[in-house]
């Protein structure tokens, strides 16, 4: 049973745009108290990128996004987007949706062990 499920991704240019989905099935849809958006690079860490509230809609971003990165949801679609411009050598990495149930905090948004459920990740790579 997939729980998220994540599309776009792939190759791009420096300066170049991407936009990622990533479908919350209906199993958590109403029980998810936020979606974030993280990434993977090789030999490092796991690090969030962007967060949205379900409910509210309010985001959270990570420093070296903000301004660039968009995150935003579509409640009919159950679907939360991650739109990248402006893209960066520096963004290349495997992008991973996740959700936390029934509470997410302004604090702790950007911690891998706060959330519950993750997607199978998606390749981003940006060439200079």
Not at 8 to 29: E, F, H, M, N, P
Not at 84 to 90: A, F, G, I, Q
Not at 92 to 103: D, F, P, Q
Request: charged share 20%; with cysteine; proline share 3%.
């Amino acid at each position: 049973q997939v729980t998220l499920e994540e599309t776009g991704g792939g190759s791009v240019q420096a300066g170049g745009s991407q936009r990622l989905s990533c479908v919350v099935s209906k199993d958590i849809v109403g029980r998810h108290a936020c979606t974030a958006w993280f990434r993977q690079a090789p030999g490092k860490e796991r690090e969030g990128v962007a967060m949205i509230f379900a409910g509210s809609g309010n985001t959270n971003y990570a420093a070296p996004v903000k301004g660039r990165f968009t995150i935003s949801q579509d409640n009919a679609k159950n679907t939360v987007y991650l739109e990248m411009n402006n893209l960066k050598p520096e963004d290349t990495a495997v992008y991973y949706c996740a959700a936390r149930l029934w509470t997410c905090s302004r604090d702790s948004w950007d911690r891998p062990a706060e959330f519950n459920y993750w997607g199978q990740g998606t390749q981003v790579s940006v060439s200079s």
